[in-house]
């Protein structure tokens, strides 16, 4: 166990829709990360927070956004969704959001877009 | 453009006998590198790193090998145990840039008993 916690495991949704999944680091780290991992893909950066703030950008696209919160939680929200949205997306965290320190990796969650 | 490659989606080695995992990567401005494992239904847990200034990390079982001038990485793990199936995920960072890490697509390594 990680210590990072993602929501939810499975989600089912259609083309067009808008989903949340939300993932809460570990005690004491401020820096969260998400990736996307696509069938056959390598795990795709997207967003990286640290203490609410934006700090580095992959390939995310313009629908999705994300979000820290003050308790440092963070929130990834897709919209819009198409097909090839679905995907593992993971949720990492660490203690200040330096490429030395180790990312935990939450379970992932599993998004299927009908 | 894949920035790192990991070439061999997957790879059978037999219970007690050496791994090798290969990683190249096509920027040398890349100055840190990592391995990460990953289970079934898991996150990825990392595994072992090296620095641009080292051509060579160990940690128990596994060792790092990193050549600059054919920018190219290698994981070895000896001897390989059943526990060791998983995927491993070759991933490089250019610290001078930013924090993010760029993860090639992964070898899934079957430990044969």
């Known amino acids: 166990d990680s210590g990072v916690t993602q929501t939810p495991k499975h989600l089912i949704t259609a083309t067009g829709q808008r989903v949340t999944l939300r993932c809460s680091p570990r005690?004491?780290?401020?820096?969260v990360y998400w990736y996307q991992q696509s069938l056959d893909q390598g795990l795709q950066f997207l967003i990286q927070?640290?203490?609410?703030?934006?700090?580095a950008k992959g390939n995310i696209l313009e629908r999705f956004s994300a979000q820290q919160f003050p308790d440092l939680h963070s929130e990834l929200n897709l919209s819009s969704l198409e097909l090839g949205d679905s995907a593992l997306y993971f949720c990492?965290?660490?203690?200040?959001?330096?490429?030395?320190?180790?990312?935990?990796f939450g379970p992932g969650t599993r998004l299927l877009v009908l | 453009d894949q920035q790192v490659k990991q070439n061999s989606p997957s790879l059978s080695v037999q219970e007690g006998r050496i791994s090798i995992l290969n990683c190249d990567y096509t920027?040398?401005?890349?100055?840190?590198f990592l391995w990460y494992k990953k289970y079934p239904a898991e996150g990825p847990t990392f595994l072992i790193s090296?620095?641009?200034?080292?051509d060579k990390n160990e940690d128990g079982r596994f060792t790092v090998f990193l050549n600059k001038s054919a920018k190219h990485l290698s994981l070895h793990i000896v001897p390989s145990q059943p526990g060791d199936s998983a995927v491993y995920f070759c991933?490089?960072?250019?610290?001078?840039?930013?924090?993010?890490?760029?993860f090639g697509k992964g070898t899934r390594l079957h430990i044969l008993p």
């Open positions: 990492a965290s660490s203690v200040a959001g330096s490429v030395f320190e180790t990312q935990y």
């Open positions: 005690s004491g780290d401020l820096s």
């Open positions: 927070y640290y203490n609410g703030e934006e700090r």
């Open positions: 920027n040398s401005m890349f100055d840190y």
């Open positions: 090296i620095s641009s200034i080292k």
């Open positions: 991933a490089v960072a250019d610290r001078g840039r930013d924090d993010k890490i760029i």
